[in-house]
């Protein structure tokens, strides 16, 4: 694989894979840039070499048909406003040859959504998996995939993927279009290196005490996560809608609390796990409930295995606050993916707060703190703290795959 810092672009096409699934308001405006800025440093380069870039992203779940709805086209102007030039746009990502090949040095070229062709994500559609035929349907689209990153690939010279936000995905402009390039002639951007570097970080160079805190609504979409830090940290908090699930899988009254009913066996193994390996598993034990799911509910604080009925827990009380406080500040590897509470609600962001503070203090005492995944990374943003943590990951899904330790497709298809 090459590396970006040293490859020279003169004078070569450069097809990048970039993230620009960037959040749009109803008049197709952006609300986010932030995919569009962590592309930069990459694509300036590229320019400031002497090459030339074609731009291929995905946005939105088109499912493999075309839709304005999410055409690239409309972020078009501020990609150029982003990097300072003209930018091409090419309405059809499959007719681009002519385009690519009248670009010169230091032009740029953005392809529409890659998503408006089923053979960018290579799943057979419109046929059930039950369907006696759909072993069939997914070779027969493997083929087309394959073809499809081949004329994607035949646009350039060099393949560069900076898109960590899918890294995970085996997909056409992420993975299948590297096997079109030789290994001097792909390589990740910048910002794929400094997310995978993060990670390589947190799993490879812990220094302990090691807390991972782990929020959000539910335990299933986490549990491949936990089961695998439970061999790493030495601190677990699990917080958020699943300190529910687990309150109720321990006999608590948890009111109408977020719960996943199916997963209460789990959440006893998970505690059984964390003592059978000396973890320290940090559950919240008081919480703020609302009477209501909204930010003008009445609240009270109570435990949170003793909620009054018709009252949901919404956010961490204050012991459990001062609890999250006195496992983090110390810590000198921290994790962190998933708010403590229902943060969206100026009066419930007191759980999610009291850990970004804490989180930056033990980064001022020199802890290795990572903020991963959409909702962790919206916490700190709002608080004005995203600066002052070690880093903020671009990736959600990516970043939980690649600290489960299973290797991202976009990561191996380069090297
Ligand atoms: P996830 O997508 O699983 O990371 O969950 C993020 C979401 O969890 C956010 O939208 C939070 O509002 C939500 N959340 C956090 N705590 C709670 C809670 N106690 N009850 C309901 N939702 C919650």
Wanted: proline fraction near 4%.
């Amino acid at each position: 694989m090459a590396k970006i810092e040293n490859y020279n672009f003169a004078g070569k096409k450069a097809i990048v894979r970039v993230d620009f699934n960037v959040p749009l308001d109803e008049n197709g405006h952006i609300t986010d840039d932030t995919r569009i800025r962590g592309a930069l440093p990459t694509l300036k380069k590229i320019l400031a070499d002497g090459g030339s870039l074609i731009l291929m992203s995905h946005m939105g779940k088109p499912k493999g048909k075309v839709n304005p709805k999410f055409s690239l086209s409309q972020i078009r102007e501020d990609v150029a406003k982003a990097l300072g030039t003209d930018v091409k746009f090419v309405p059809d990502c499959m007719k681009a040859s002519e385009a690519a090949a009248e670009l010169k040095p230091g032009e740029v070229l953005l392809l529409e959504n890659l998503r408006f062709y089923p053979e960018e994500e290579g799943k057979p559609v419109g046929i059930d998996k039950a369907d006696p035929a759909y072993e069939d349907a997914k070779k027969d689209m493997k083929e087309r995939q394959k073809n499809f990153a081949k004329q994607l690939a035949s646009y350039a010279d060099v393949y560069v993927n900076d898109a960590f936000g899918t890294a995970h995905r085996k997909h056409a402009s992420t993975a299948v279009i590297a096997d079109n390039f030789a290994p001097e002639n792909k390589m990740l951007g910048f910002l794929m290196e400094k997310e995978v570097q993060a990670v390589d970080n947190i799993l490879k160079d812990i220094k302990r005490p090691f807390t991972a805190i782990m929020g959000g609504s539910k335990v299933s979409t986490k549990i491949g996560i936990i089961e695998n830090l439970m061999d790493k940290v030495d601190n677990l908090i699990l917080c958020g809608g699943m300190t529910y699930t687990f309150a109720k899988a321990q006999g608590g009254k948890i009111g109408i609390s977020i719960c996943e009913d199916d997963k209460l066996d789990l959440a006893l193994d998970i505690i059984k796990q964390a003592k059978e390996k000396g973890v320290n598993l940090i559950l919240g034990t008081d919480c703020v409930a609302g009477d209501s799911f909204s930010n003008d509910a009445k609240t009270i604080i109570c435990p949170s295995n003793d909620i009054p009925d018709g009252w949901e827990g919404l956010d961490a009380g204050p012991k459990t606050r001062e609890a999250f406080e006195k496992a983090i500040i110390p810590s000198k590897t921290i994790l962190w993916n998933g708010p403590a509470g229902v943060f969206e609600f100026d009066n419930f962001t007191a759980g999610s707060r009291a850990i970004a503070e804490a989180i930056v203090k033990a980064t001022e005492n020199g802890a290795f703190s990572l903020v991963g995944g959409g909702d962790s990374v919206a916490c700190v943003n709002k608080f004005g703290l995203a600066d002052s943590v070690s880093y903020v990951s671009t990736g959600g899904g990516a970043l939980l795959e690649a600290i489960e330790g299973k290797v991202l497709p976009g990561v191996a298809a380069v090297q």
